[in-house]
């Protein structure tokens, strides 16, 4: 049975989506007249300042467009839905966020996404830009770190890398914290009901009625283990496990936390996962320093969540309170 959207004509959900957006943030977002695609900080870029590009498929909102704005990202290039963007409106993003001290290439470690920005970042620098690329690896159900997803703690990395932009650091520094915003954020997932494209209106993949997938990636890619649905707090248990493996901290450490809804879980249930991440940190001696629930990183319609733990030291809560305004997120 076809799965229900409030769309128009499927292949026109990409263009009327950012119209919506773009008429209901004017202050923050515009759209480049010769590169519909390319969508730029009304206040960002600024000559002398390092500027900095995200971007990737749709359908994951507010990743990628929430984040572009004053102290965080200076443009953002939109592909299709699940999709890359090409590299011209890349090209493009990376024209209008510079200030004549380079620019940083963010995004998720998807082969799509790695060879068009790469090709983008040769054809800018024949136009004299000088961009360097950081990938967002914050995926831990992959044990390759190589291989590794960026998902939702692109929300933790992109504002570390945002605010050093802002504070008008040297590229060097830029890039070096962006690296270490990346290396110190960890996210683990779990699915419970499939999304479906616009172009189909068929599921992406299948579960069962009494199923769920940990470890499930943002476009279906499939997770480490499929069982059978489990309560709020044992399924935190699970994710925050794997996390707390990797990440090895240590009592009288501080964190910030992301639980992210992948589209269709509700506040309710994001909030129950919240309470069991606060009694584990809480339990081990670990500072929880602030705390995001909500719509971060979705996956359409998908049903599940993810956890994502911040890693923070004094230089990473800097730039975490670094002020931002967005057009879907503010802080400071």
Known sequence: MPTKKLINDPADVIEEMLEGILAAHPNHLKQLPESRRSIVAVD???PGKVGLVIGGGSGHEPTFLGFVGKGLADAAAIGNVFASPPPDPILECAKAASGGTGVLFMYGNYAGDVMNFDMAAEMAAMDDIDVRTVLSTDDVAIEDKARRRGVAGNFFIFKAAGAACDKMLSF?????????????????????????????LKPNFEL????????????????????????????????????????????????????????????????????????????????????????????????????TLHHLDGELTEMLEHPCDCAMFRAG
Not at 181 to 198: E, I, K
Not at 277 to 296: C, E
Request: charged letters at 25%; a negative charge; one cysteine or more.
């Open 44 to 46: 960002g870029p600024r």
């Open 172 to 200: 060097d520094d830029c890039e070096r914290i962006a690296r270490k915003a990346n290396d110190h954020t960890f996210t683990m997932g779990v699915a419970l009901a499939p999304c479906s494209l616009p172009q189909t």
């Open 208 to 307: 069962g009625p009494d199923e769920m997938e940990v470890g499930m990636g943002i476009h279906g890619e499939p997770g480490v283990f499929r069982g059978p649905m489990q309560t709020a707090d044992a399924v935190t248990d699970q994710l925050l496990d794997r996390i707390l493996a990797e990440m090895q901290p240590a009592r009288g450490d501080k964190v910030a936390v992301l639980v992210n809804s992948l589209g269709a879980t509700p506040l309710m249930e994001l909030y129950l996962i919240n309470r069991r991440v606060k009694q584990r940190l809480d339990d081990l001696g670990i500072a929880i320093h602030r705390t995001w629930v909500g719509n971060y990183c979705t996956s359409m319609e998908m049903a599940g969540m993810s956890i």
